[in-house]
């Protein structure tokens, strides 16, 4: 999920037209080390909301199996809800605000360097769960799901199908107001808008049984991308601590909320709800333009870069972490200290092994 691209050659005359004569060239904003530091907490909190479903998991969803467990995977699963908003926000302001693509061909680039590791990381996953025995169906038939989003058993990558067309949608509009002619790219999403369809057709003509297509994102992501475009694109506020204070205070306000939903109405709460909102936006609204302090930076540079590797390796870590130790027999305190023993051992592991592949020059592969 990188965002910025190096200039290279321009881009090629079948890509687009010459943008107008009286067009002010863009200005590139410096880099933001606030949304480096975001992004290494939006990676933390999906570790930790995965880390929460294995506890979850073991009590088959009901209190009554085991309060602890239930307990401490439900509250490490709320707290975790802003993560996924807070994916598409980042994206939405790399691409309108951020880092604009451009032409055609440096968006391109950005997303083989997100599908190829995604589709690497799938079938590491399907072999993963062959060799453990948990896959549901042979590994065949996972594959071809997968390759039209029905994940499994790599579930946490079901974001990657929708942020791709996100991202695609807005570079196509950014690119089209910059004079650009992207036909390839408008191909490209005519294929998302009628996948559908098309797949279900040619499974009745074929009498075949087909699988879901869902290459697509709902109104809720694009508007989160939108809003985040907006919120991360603000003047540098002079509120001082206590602004960032009363955000943090409504965070943590929407993360109770979330989880007395998730609790007491319907688990899993949807992405799309008030509270998610709320969550996701003040999390936002605290830590944007917060200075890093500079002995810092060079650190949280480096370790955002390995966020998008550590969040595909990171649910194998956990569940070779949990299987061995989460019980739905847990006592209160066990329950706490195994969810964030894991949890913490899992964000290691997972930046750990994502760092090191990237110094043995294998980030283009696996992320």
């Avoid at 975001?38 to 073991?58: D, K």
């Avoid at 996948?195 to 709902?218: E, K, M, V």
Wanted: net charge positive; hydrophobic share 55%; with cysteine.
């Amino acid at each position: 999920m990188t965002v910025s691209d190096a200039p290279t050659r321009p881009a090629a005359a079948s890509d687009s037209a010459a943008p107008p004569r009286d067009a002010a060239p863009a200005r590139r904003p410096g880099h933001r080390y606030d949304v480096d530091l975001i992004r290494l907490l939006c990676a933390c909190g999906v570790i930790l909301g995965h880390t929460g479903s294995e506890f979850i998991n073991a009590v088959g969803r009901r209190e009554a199996n085991g309060a602890a467990a239930y307990w401490a995977g439900m509250t490490a699963d709320a707290l975790s809800r802003f993560a996924v908003p807070m994916y598409f926000a980042i994206a939405g302001w790399a691409v309108l605000a951020g880092a604009p693509p451009r032409d055609g061909r440096r968006l391109a680039r950005r997303m083989v360097r997100i599908v190829v590791p995604m589709g690497v990381w799938t079938a590491v996953y399907l072999l993963w769960g062959k060799l453990r025995d948990t896959n549901e169906d042979p590994v065949r038939d996972l594959a071809v799901d997968a390759a039209f989003a029905t994940v499994r058993p790599a579930y946490h990558l079901w974001y990657l199908y929708a942020y791709v067309p996100v991202v695609l949608l807005l570079g196509f509009v950014v690119l089209l107001r910059a004079g650009r002619r992207p036909w390839w790219l408008g191909a490209v999403l005519l294929g998302f808008a009628l996948g559908p369809g098309l797949l279900a057709d040619a499974g009745r003509a074929a009498g075949w049984a087909t699988p879901s297509f869902g290459w697509g994102f709902g109104v809720y992501s694009l508007v989160y991308a939108a809003g985040g475009a907006l919120l991360f694109s603000l003047s540098p506020r002079r509120s001082g601590p206590g602004g960032r204070a009363l955000w943090a205070a409504v965070a943590t306000a929407a993360a109770a909320g979330v989880l007395v939903y998730q609790t007491q109405v319907s688990y899993v709460i949807p992405n799309a709800h008030l509270l998610v909102a709320a969550f996701t936006g003040a999390v936002l609204l605290a830590l944007t333009r917060v200075r890093v302090p500079e002995r810092w930076r060079p650190r949280v540079k480096r370790a955002a870069g390995a966020a998008f590797g550590a969040y595909l390796v990171h649910l194998m870590v956990i569940q070779a972490l949990a299987e061995p130790v989460v019980s739905a027999d847990a006592g209160a305190a066990e329950a706490v200290a195994l969810t964030a023993g894991i949890w913490a051992a899992s964000v290691v592991l997972s930046f750990g092994a994502a760092l090191l592949w990237q110094r043995l020059g294998l980030r283009r592969l696996l992320g």
